[in-house]
């Protein structure tokens, strides 16, 4: 059973910094291309990070020079570092695995909630 749970959302100030956690079992991790994206009241899901499997990062421009990913395979685990947060920044942030470039398919985590106060 492929399992992504995400972890680390919360309650921050405008300017802080949270670090988002997933963690995925089920699945062979390394060959995974893994993102996050993100999906805030009335709005449409953005892709906020992209990280292949072999390490290439890609970024919104929302995000660019605010955001980090990055991945521990030895932990099965993506992260997403997030400084200079904004009240836009608000949303549910989710992560994805997907191995569809070499047949394979995607899988989702639940989401965790990032709220950031101005």
Not at 64 to 90: C, H
């Amino acid at each position: 059973q492929v399992q992504l749970v995400e972890s680390g959302g919360g309650l921050v100030q405008a300017g802080g910094s949270l670090r988002l956690s997933c963690a995925a079992s089920g699945i062979i991790f390394s060959i995974n291309d893994l993102a996050w994206y993100r999906q805030a009241p009335g709005k449409q899901r953005e892709l906020v990070a992209v990280i292949s499997s072999g390490g290439t990062t890609t970024y919104a421009n929302s995000v660019k020079g605010r955001f980090a990913i990055s991945r521990d395979n030895a932990k099965n685990t993506v992260y997403l570092q997030m400084n200079s947060l904004k009240p836009e920044d608000t949303a549910v942030y989710s992560c994805n695995a997907d191995s569809h470039r070499i047949g394979g398919r995607a899988y989702w985590g639940q989401g965790t909630q990032v709220t950031v106060s101005s």
